[in-house]
């Protein structure tokens, strides 16, 4: 099994940054791909980012040059740098890791609890 664990959401101005963070725990191969995703009140979940293990990134159109997703393999985290927020980053943001497990080949996808970010205006 394999465990994500957020934190660094929160309460912030428009303008203001934050920093979410998301370790990886449990017993796996290798992590292919981590990435951040958000859903906001009445809309669907949507990709915000996300890196390989080569370290590739492809961003949301309405991020892109705000934030950047990075990953410390040695650790198994990601982040997520958040600039320049506004009202519409509002949601809860949840992150997500596409796993192999010890008995391979096969690659299984986990998800964190989620973790608030509100930007007031």
């Known amino acids: 099994q394999v465990h994500l664990a957020e934190s660094g959401g929160g309460l912030v101005q428009a303008g203001e940054s934050l920093r979410l963070s998301c370790a990886a725990s449990?017993?796996?191969?290798?992590?292919?791909?981590m990435a951040w995703y958000r859903q906001a009140p009445g809309k669907q979940r949507e990709l915000v980012a996300h890196?390989?293990?080569?370290?590739?990134?492809k961003y949301a159109d309405s991020v892109k040059g705000r934030f950047t997703i990075s990953r410390d393999n040695a650790r198994n985290t990601v982040y997520l740098e958040m600039n320049s927020l506004t009202p519409e980053d509002t949601a809860v943001y949840y992150c997500?890791?596409?796993?192999?497990?010890?008995?391979?080949?096969?690659?299984?996808?986990?998800w964190g609890q989620g973790t608030q970010v509100t930007v007031s205006s």
């Open positions: 997500n890791a596409r796993v192999v497990l010890p008995r391979g080949p096969y690659e299984y996808q986990y």
């Open positions: 449990g017993t796996f191969f290798t992590i292919n791909i």
């Open positions: 890196i390989t293990n080569a370290d590739n990134t």
